[in-house]
């Protein structure tokens, strides 16, 4: 039987009984070789809500920022870039830089300072005092790492680079410096005699005019006839007649002979040097008819430190060398200081130019007290009083002066703190001013050192060093007249630096918003050679050299003095005038503050103005180690620091409104003492509305600190969550195969290196380096510097980054504070002036008519009662004073 062949199946059939295969109930095993598909989609999500996140807020940046523009934020920027970290490093402020700063000034480098500046003659227009101009400018370029161009910038005043080079200081975002060249008249000895005239007409006896010196002082020995004794901006002429002692040629002096009926018409007067300026000296005289003055100093104001009390004239001791000097101007300080030629304006080398009616009529001599012995002599019991001869000769003319100036720009622009120097001395001044040059020296090297670190201050800063102070404060008047509305705008105080060392006790000067700044900061300085004591407890050191003889007028002068320091306002007193704080205080209102060393009864005589003021003399006898050097350096250098990084300037208001109380209370005894009838209780009342808006202000400038550094830390806070934010979308990129960009590419992008094309091997063998030439290699640094600029920007701190409209408003109610501030002192300014020297305009304090050098408080009150004795003329100052005062009310309460 055959056998059955099995059906035949079609494709279609086999399809239809082909079992589908079911899934296996094995899981496959999970590759690492990326994240799941879930992973991804979660990060794609998360990374997409970031990103939405971060449009929004950039959207919501640009709708603030342009809503903050529309209301004029854009001057509280500053606070967006000054406190922001940088590179997730907080920004160098406070205690950090005030340590750095404290750590660098040095007694090797003081010394070092000195002696290139005090070594040589400097005399203002010399060529020695241009020589130092420039000493101070490669200091300023080297310590701020300014860039020498290839013309020095020396410009000369009123011309379209000078004015620029001052009014640019609120644009500048790198150091710059410069030196000014203005033109003042000004004078150099000719010829100079001293003689007595015997009966017949011949010369008796002749004055040996030059002071005398050897090597035993090697620079003293020198140029002990380098500068001839003169006195500056003396009238040339000669002048004939019989002497007069006339003591300290003070107002009381002059009005004692006069009560005598002592007569001076056609007379020379002899007078010490000391209690006044000494060309009130002149004035005084000039006004009674006299025909010329002579001035000497005397051993009687040495204190202890004389040859009756054993001790070895300078350069073999302590005591006064007795053929020594003082030169000096005779300029009419109290009427207007500067060029005499142009007042109230500058002194370009074109400017139309005054007779000068600050300077004197009649001609003028210093002398030595050798010469004045044998003078004295002449008029003691006994003496023949013969005809003294006095002829000086000297050159008037336009000379021009040189102010050298660096900036350091800060965060705020449009507030600037000065710091000045005048750098002229009338020989090598070791002492004036070369002492205060040493030490602002090491306050510059302290500043480069915190520049280098990366710190820049919150405030710009304007460092001067001032030239020609010494013939009337000019070199800082001129440039205080040329950019007074500049000054007035942006300055918000002036510290001056004069003789930082000329003895043993620490003094310090200020406006009385400052006081408070100059002594808390002199209590955190320790004190140059005593430990666990403060700078501030140099207040009452003496020097080293006792005796029991002592002129016992002298004496008392001396302890008055001492107890009107002490009395007045913290121990800080108010300032008249004599140095070149002068403009900026007592015509624009500037607050300012002085300081320095100053010599005792007890010091090793301090020959002012001389040949002997030597750095010998200064490294032998008067600061020994340059300890008080450094630590004024690093006092003036703590005032500078905090007044250009304090968010709310440490001007303290309050106290100076309280001290033109106890201005008023002195003009009250006055009254009380005389015949003028005046009412003060109109003014009284002014002052103490004034002194409560100032406690308003005090209030007000605390709260809106508190609000900034609230704001400032909120956005910090903002700060650390962004990062943390930025780190986390970091990781989810690098998981999803798109890592962020190291900064070390981007750096390396912006590496000028890197654009540099590569080297390589020719058909010979050797290695060509191609030469890309000037204009390639220019174009390649300012690729990479754009690259880098670049960079800067996409790294923006976070708070400007984000603005905060809660910051910036804090910001502008700080400014508003320190505005008010700042308008303290300027409130004072009257544009009427003080009657007779309207070039002065403070109403709260000036250098006395009839003192030069000392303030007189309320002057133009005070002086219409005890110079004028006019009570009419009192009520008008009275009322004058007290409008002010009201006006300065409103402003604090706006």
């Known amino acids: 039987m055959a056998a059955v062949a099995a059906p035949r ?3 279609k059939k086999e399809d239809e009984f082909i079992p589908i295969p079911v899934a296996s109930p094995r899981r496959p095993e999970r590759t690492r070789a990326g994240p799941s598909a879930l992973f991804k989609k979660i990060a794609r999500v998360a990374l997409l809500a970031l990103t939405v996140g971060a449009v929004h807020r950039a959207w919501n940046n640009h709708q603030a920022r342009k809503a903050l523009q529309a209301t004029d934020f854009t001057n509280e920027l500053w606070a967006l870039d000054a406190f922001a970290p940088r590179h997730g490093k907080p920004p160098m402020i406070g205690k950090e830089v005030e340590d750095i700063f404290l750590s660098v000034p040095n007694s090797a480098s003081a010394i070092a300072a000195s002696r290139q500046y005090a070594t040589k003659p400097h005399l203002a227009g010399s060529e020695g005092d241009f020589n130092t101009a420039k000493y101070f400018l490669e200091l300023l370029q080297h310590e701020f790492s300014i860039q020498p161009t290839s013309s020095e910038p020396i410009y000369s005043a009123g011309t379209p680079a000078s004015r620029n080079a001052t009014l640019s200081i609120t644009n500048l975002t790198s150091p710059a410096a410069w030196i000014d060249t203005y033109y003042p008249v000004m004078n150099t000895p000719l010829d100079r005699k001293l003689e007595i005239i015997g009966d017949d007409g011949e010369v008796v ?5 030059e002071e005398v010196a050897d090597s035993t002082d090697p620079e003293a020995g020198v140029y002990a006839e380098a500068v001839p004794t003169f006195h500056g901006l003396s009238k040339n002429g000669t002048a004939e007649g019989q002497l007069v002692y006339a003591h300290y040629g003070r107002r009381e002096d002059y009005a004692a002979l006069v009560e005598k009926g002592v007569d001076l018409k056609g007379k020379i007067v002899i007078t010490r040097y000391g209690g006044i300026f000494r060309g009130l000296k002149v ?38 060398n007795p053929t020594s000097v003082q030169r000096g101007s005779v300029q009419y300080l109290s009427m207007y200081p500067g060029d005499p030629t142009t007042p109230g304006y500058p002194a370009y080398e074109n400017s139309t130019r005054t007779d000068g009616a600050n300077i004197p009529k009649i001609p003028s001599l210093p002398m030595s007290w050798n010469n004045a012995k044998r003078l004295l002599e002449e008029i003691a019991e006994g003496g023949g009083n013969k005809t003294i001869r006095l002829v000086n000769h000297v050159d ?3 000379i021009p002066i040189w102010n050298t100036m660096g900036v350091i720009p800060g965060h705020i622009k449009d507030e600037v703190v000065l710091v000045g120097n005048h750098r002229d001395a009338w020989v090598m001044g070791a002492t004036d001013p070369s002492s205060g040059t040493a030490s602002a020296h090491e306050m510059i090297r302290g500043f480069g050192v915190l520049l280098r670190k990366g710190w820049k201050p919150l405030r710009t800063i304007v460092i001067a060093s001032w030239d020609a102070e010494e013939y009337g404060l000019i070199g800082s008047t001129e440039w205080g007249e040329d950019f007074a509305d500049w000054i007035q705008e942006h300055v918000v105080t002036y510290l001056n630096l004069d003789s930082s060392v000329g003895g043993s006790r620490y003094r310090a000067s200020a406006s009385p918003s400052l006081a408070h700044l100059s002594r808390q900061t002199a209590e955190e300085i320790p004190h140059p050679t005593m430990p666990g004591k403060t700078l501030w407890d140099a207040t009452t050191d ?32 108010p300032l008249g005038s004599g140095s070149d704080y002068t403009v900026f205080l007592q015509r624009l209102g500037v607050a300012s503050g002085n300081e320095g060393f100053g010599s005792t009864l007890s010091d090793a005589v301090y020959h002012y103005h001389s040949v002997f003021d030597s750095q010998r003399w200064q490294e032998l006898y008067c600061d020994p180690g340059f300890t008080k050097h450094v630590v004024i350096a690093k006092h003036l250098g703590l005032q500078t620091l905090r007044l250009a990084g304090s968010i709310v300037l440490p001007l303290n208001t309050t106290h100076y409104a309280y001290e033109l109380e106890s201005y008023l209370d002195k003009v009250e005894e006055i009254v009380s003492s005389s015949s003028a009838e005046v009412n003060l209780l109109p003014l009284r009342q002014s002052i103490k509305a004034l002194q409560k808006a100032s406690v308003a202000l005090d209030v007000e400038k605390h709260r809106a600190e508190h609000a900034l550094r609230r704001a400032i830390e909120k956005l910090k806070k903002k700060h650390a969550i962004m990062r943390k934010i930025r780190k986390a979308i970091c990781k989810i990129r690098k998981h999803i195969g798109k890592p962020c960009h190291k900064k070390e590419d981007e750096e390396a992008v912006c590496d000028i290196k890197s654009l540099t094309p590569p080297e390589f091997v020719g058909k010979d063998g050797r290695v060509i380096k191609p030469r890309l030439g000037r204009a390639v290699g220019i174009m390649l640094e300012r690729r990479a510097e754009e690259c880098r600029a670049a960079q800067r920007r996409s790294e923006m701190p976070l708070l ?29 300014i009257s544009d009427e002036g003080i009657k007779d020297r309207e070039w002065y305009k403070h109403l709260g304090v000036a250098p006395g008519k009839w003192l030069g050098y000392g303030a007189t408080t309320l002057p133009a009150l005070t002086e219409s009662i005890t110079i004028d004795n006019n009570s009419t003329l009192a009520k008008y100052e009275a009322m004058r004073l007290k409008e002010l005062i009201d006006g300065l009310t409103a402003k604090m309460k706006s």
């Open 9 to 11: 199946l079609s494709i």
């Open 205 to 209: 006896w002749s004055a040996k005019v």
């Open 283 to 320: 004035k005084g005289a000039e006004e009674l008819g006299a025909a010329g003055v002579l001035i000497y100093s005397d051993p009687r104001d040495d204190g202890t430190v004389t040859v009756e009390n054993g001790y070895a004239p300078y350069p073999n001791g302590p005591a006064r």
């Open 396 to 398: 008037d003319r336009v």
């Open 542 to 573: 003496s020097g080293p050299f006792y005796g029991e003889n002592i002129d016992e007028e002298v004496k008392a002068m001396y302890e008055q003095d001492v107890e009107a320091f002490a009395a007045s306002g913290l121990g800080v007193s």
């Open 800 to 828: 400007l980054a984000h603005p905060s409209r809660k910051l910036l408003k804090a910001v502008k109610r700080v400014q508003a504070a320190n505005k008010k501030l700042v308008a303290f002192e300027r409130g004072l």
